[in-house]
């Protein structure tokens, strides 16, 4: 064991040529490296090759004789796959004896940017061909064939191919020899137009395709009894007055079956709601599809806000899922009601209009708590973090923005062992599109290195005129501890965290390490502590100083999780000493 989350294996080659690395593993993605050069991000099944006695093939490698160190890393929760078991097979063929190495560490790029691989082929006695055949993700058109041509001898063909760019959207590179065997693995990879956005139309154009009386027409679905009311500017039907706030999960709610007849289509629900009481609840769209922040917003009305005893209307855009849907209503505090009187459903058909804004004055946009909110709520499929649906959910957003007139996006982009952006900087923390929180369904096996979201949420604002600061909170967790107490001169140890490292944050009463949710653990005034935040703002500043949008990074200042590296949290922090600090 090399380092937390890490293994090192050592082998001996006995004669230089091309062999193939089969891994029996559990399919967790994990970073492998060949004597300390990355080799490739996998969950090792490649989809192109057939398992073999439970082991996948994970690559082809051309090996020198002699030993060699293979290193398996995976630094965040929960650590290593289960390993059982890996091989080097010697290539008897040509399927054994090709590999596409990427000339880039990403797969995102902005239309006309340069794409460069180096395709590596054995010699044999024979000449033989290469094809990569570039096909659309989503539908599996073909776009082009680049052919290449190995020629006869011994020793290894290297040659730089440049991968077409000159187009948006999603790509699969499928590499084949001349019998259409596949000679390594599809590599996907995503173009963005930034120099062009979508025609607007002047005004939003809609069809009607539902209608619901909630006056008329029982809930289909209700947590508790609901009441009809009748009011003098119309009648509603309401929920029960248990409320989040006190209840939980046992709140009153009810729902309504939706019918739209496309999935994956934009819809607006008009409702229209009693604007006569003081009432605060939530509407969100329920989908089979498992995801844990579905798309929610809320209404509150009396209490602070004068009220017009009179029906109100709110939008509420989305897009589904699936045919059948659920609009669910649910009470937030208790003795109030949730409540509803009509529900129209209508189908956008015309596309999104724009507010055009010039590049000085106001910045206004949304703030998303959690990294990838926006497949959350702008439809993700369930069919993985595949480039085609997350970059769907992008450009929705982007649509979105430009329509309210919004040009500022302010995500979180490093936040509970999560963040956005390949990076090295923060160890224990995870590439946001693998930890199942923020998109459903499997990980692909066509990216040979981590996804670069934060590119991709960049690309968007890019093109739809807007500008982007994210925000890092990083609270710290035990794979993050324990190496940067070793980076500060600990033994990575947390059992003896006290006032003798003077990284951690001491209190006025002395206590130190607090591994509480809402006491600091790190000492923001330790040069060590500070170091490691400036590594983390640089590794973004230099990834990605090239695109316009990108204007830094914000830092989160909450009682919840609060690292201490961000400041002194109050005078209750701070104490103790730290050589060759001057009050």
């Known amino acids: 064991m090399r380092n937390i989350g890490e293994a090192d294996y050592q082998f001996d080659v006995p004669r230089t040529g091309w062999y193939e690395l089969w891994v029996e593993a559990t399919g967790w993605n994990t970073d492998l490296f060949l004597d ?4 490739i ?10 398992q073999r006695d439970k082991a996948e093939k994970v690559l082809n490698l051309h090996l020198a004789q002699g030993r060699h160190t293979l290193r398996f890393s995976r630094p965040y929760h929960p650590g290593l796959p289960y390993l059982r078991r890996f091989c080097l097979d010697p290539a008897t063929d040509v399927t054994g004896k090709v590999r596409v190495r990427l000339g880039t560490d990403r797969l995102c790029f902005r239309q006309g940017e340069a794409f460069p691989v180096r395709l590596t082929a054995g010699k044999e006695a024979q000449e033989y061909a290469l094809s990569l055949k570039l096909t659309a993700a989503e539908t599996g058109a073909p776009v082009t064939t680049v052919q290449r041509r190995v020629p006869a001898g ?11 760019t ?8 499928t590499v084949t020899d001349a019998q259409g065997r596949p000679v390594d693995r599809v590599i996907q990879y995503l173009v963005v137009d930034t120099a062009h956005r979508p025609e607007a139309p002047a005004t939003l154009g809609k069809e009607l395709v539902q209608e619901i009386d909630c006056a008329h027409q029982q809930p289909d679905y209700a947590s508790s009894e609901t009441r009809v009311v009748e009011a003098p500017f119309g009648a509603y039907v309401e929920s029960g007055t248990k409320g989040r706030v006190g209840y939980n999960l046992q709140a009153d709610w009810f729902a ?33 599809a498992l995801n844990p922040r579905c798309p929610t917003q809320g209404l509150a009305s009396g209490g602070q806000y004068s009220l017009s005893q009179s029906m109100q209307k709110h939008e509420f855009y989305f897009f589904p899922r699936q045919h059948d849907p659920r609009l669910v209503f649910q009470n937030w505090y208790t003795g109030q009601r949730a409540a509803a009187a009509r529900i129209r459903v209508y189908r956008i058909a015309s596309g999104f209009p724009a507010v055009r804004f010039g590049a000085d004055g106001r910045r206004y946009g949304m703030y998303q708590e959690e990294p990838l909110r926006f497949t959350s709520y702008f439809g993700a499929a369930p069919e993985g973090n595949t480039w085609s649906n997350l970059w769907r959910c992008a450009e929705r957003f982007g649509q979105l923005s430009n329509f309210v007139g919004a040009n500022f996006w302010h995500p979180t982009i490093a936040v509970y062992q999560s963040r956005l952006w390949p990076g090295t900087s923060i160890p224990g923390y995870q590439i946001a599109d693998e930890d199942g929180w923020g998109v459903i369904g499997p990980t692909t096996a066509k990216e040979p290195v981590e996804k670069d979201i934060l590119r991709l949420m960049l690309l968007a604002c890019e093109k739809y005129g807007m500008t982007f600061v994210g925000e890092l909170h990083m609270p710290p967790n035990d794979i993050l501890m324990r190496t940067l107490d070793q980076r500060f001169g600990g033994t990575g140890d947390l059992g003896d965290d006290g006032p003798q490292k003077p990284w951690l944050a001491v209190s006025k009463d002395g206590e130190c390490g607090a591994k509480s949710a809402y006491k600091p653990y790190y ?8 170091d490691w935040v400036a590594s983390v703002v640089q590794e973004l500043a230099e990834r990605y100083k090239d695109s316009p949008a990108f204007k830094g990074a914000a830092i989160r200042l909450m009682g919840w999780t609060f690292g201490g590296w961000q400041t002194l949290p109050s005078i209750q922090w701070g104490y103790g000493e730290i050589e060759g600090l001057t009050p």
């Open 36 to 39: 300390g050069e990355f080799l």
């Open 41 to 50: 991000h996998t969950a090792f099944a490649s989809g192109v090759w057939e």
């Open 154 to 164: 011994e020793g290894v063909f290297e040659k730089e191919v440049a991968l077409p």
């Open 166 to 173: 000159d187009r948006e959207g999603a790509f699969d590179v």
């Open 256 to 288: 309504y079956t939706l019918h739209v007849p496309e999935a994956q289509q934009p819809y607006v629900a008009e409702i229209d709601y009693p604007d006569d009481d003081e009432r605060t609840f939530i509407i969100a769209l329920a989908e089979e």
């Open 523 to 530: 000492n923001a005034l330790y040069p060590g502590v500070q």
